[in-house]
């Protein structure tokens, strides 16, 4: 990944040698975790809706493996159990067939160390201010005291480049500013894995660009492991340091493909194009 520009009320760029090191660190890492017990093990995992009607099977038998410092891209048609799967890894719903562990433990019920970024913009709360909002989950689950929260709130608001707005309610931002809040907040907790559900699906195509930039160099400069939830094949190649293709309803991981090769930069080039077609094929070809 080259360096990135950040694009932001308040810059987030490291300078080129920092991000640079700061990228080595983070790939050494997940390449280390790669050769270890992977950090998120979803296995045989079959999610269901039942009601007295029927019973619809959101995803089949689904084997994935995300290692530390992934950024982990579910991929796949609307309908195909993306949602439903990051739901299940959040721990809102159980399998009906195969198990999810994080750090080797089950996966029973939400928690702390599983954050979820959501794509609706109405995630925060309105009666509170902006630095309130990022410090509130913090002070609910008792991580941190009143005076911890609010220095690690303006930590992470700094890091997306809200600090000015500090102040203000959910009411007086853009899309991007509340979604910006959404991933300091999610961030603030330091979870074990970032889940997040096409968090820019909403956003106009120049703001989901310059958040998608800013997502990865966030990720170079705090370091976190990602699940990112996206039906865009130029979203996943961006964001994504490896793709789970998901086949139509119910879900199947159709392919898993590595992505590092691409970025923002190569958006638009010869090998971009080709990547981009080939997984349009893997999704959508009959034979496959
Ligand atoms: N609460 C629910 N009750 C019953 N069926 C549901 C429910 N939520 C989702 N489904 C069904 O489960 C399947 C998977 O839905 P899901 O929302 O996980 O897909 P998705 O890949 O995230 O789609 P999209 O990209 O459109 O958000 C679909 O057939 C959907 O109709």
């Given at each position: 990944?080259?360096?990135r520009l950040a694009?932001?009320?308040?810059p987030i760029a490291l300078?080129?040698?920092?991000a640079?090191?700061?990228?080595?660190?983070?790939?050494?890492?997940?390449?280390?975790?790669?050769?270890?017990?992977?950090?998120?093990?979803?296995?045989?995992?079959?999610?269901?809706?039942?009601?007295?009607?029927?019973?619809?099977?959101?995803?089949?038998?689904?084997?994935?493996?995300?290692?530390?410092?992934?950024?982990?891209?579910?991929?796949?048609?609307?309908?195909?159990?993306?949602?439903?799967?990051?739901?299940?890894?959040?721990?809102?719903?159980?399998?009906?067939?195969?198990?999810?562990?994080?750090?080797?433990?089950?996966?029973?019920?939400?928690?702390?160390?599983?954050?979820?970024?959501?794509?609706?913009?109405?995630?925060?709360?309105?009666?509170?201010?902006?630095?309130?909002?990022?410090?509130?989950?913090?002070?609910?689950?008792?991580?941190?005291?009143?005076?911890?929260?609010?220095?690690?709130?303006?930590?992470?608001?700094?890091?997306?480049?809200?600090?000015?707005?500090?102040?203000?309610?959910?009411?007086?931002?853009?899309?991007?500013?509340?979604?910006?809040?959404?991933?300091?907040?999610?961030?603030?907790?330091?979870?074990?894995?970032?889940?997040?559900?096409?968090?820019?699906?909403?956003?106009?195509?120049?703001?989901?660009?310059?958040?998608?930039?800013?997502?990865?160099v966030?990720?170079?400069?705090?370091?976190?492991?990602?699940?990112?939830?996206?039906?865009?094949?130029?979203?996943?190649?961006?964001?994504?340091?490896?793709?789970?293709?998901?086949?139509?309803?119910?879900?199947?991981?159709?392919?898993?493909?590595?992505?590092?090769?691409?970025?923002?930069?190569?958006?638009?080039?010869?090998?971009?194009?080709?990547?981009?077609?080939?997984?349009?094929?893997?999704?959508?070809?009959?034979?496959?």
């Open positions: 990944m080259g360096t694009i932001s009320p308040q300078s080129d040698w920092q640079e090191s700061r990228r080595q660190a983070l790939e050494d890492a997940a390449a280390e975790g790669a050769a270890a017990n992977p950090l998120l093990a979803i296995r045989g995992v079959s999610l269901e809706y039942r009601s007295p009607e029927r019973v619809v099977r959101a995803t089949h038998r689904i084997d994935i493996d995300v290692h530390q410092g992934d950024r982990f891209v579910l991929l796949g048609p609307s309908g195909c159990g993306k949602s439903t799967l990051i739901k299940s890894v959040a721990g809102f719903i159980q399998p009906t067939e195969g198990s999810i562990t994080l750090d080797g433990v089950k996966v029973q019920g939400p928690g702390p160390d599983r954050i979820v970024v959501f794509q609706e913009f109405d995630q925060l709360l309105p009666w509170k201010t902006v630095r309130q909002n990022v410090a509130f989950p913090l002070l609910a689950s008792r991580t941190l005291g009143r005076k911890e929260a609010e220095e690690r709130a303006r930590y992470y608001l700094d890091k997306v480049g809200l600090s000015p707005f500090a102040d203000v309610h959910p009411h007086q931002l853009s899309g991007g500013m509340k979604q910006r809040v959404a991933i300091a907040r999610a961030l603030a907790m330091q979870p074990r894995i970032l889940l997040m559900d096409e968090p820019f699906a909403a956003l106009d195509a120049l703001t989901r660009r310059k958040m998608q930039e800013e997502l990865l966030l990720w170079e400069d705090v370091g976190f492991t990602l699940l990112f939830v996206t039906h865009s094949i130029e979203e996943a190649l961006v964001v994504g340091s490896r793709i789970a293709l998901l086949s139509p309803h119910p879900g199947r991981v159709r392919a898993e493909i590595n992505s590092h090769a691409w970025d923002i930069d190569s958006l638009g080039g010869v090998s971009f194009q080709a990547a981009a077609q080939r997984i349009h094929h893997l999704l959508f070809d009959q034979a496959h």
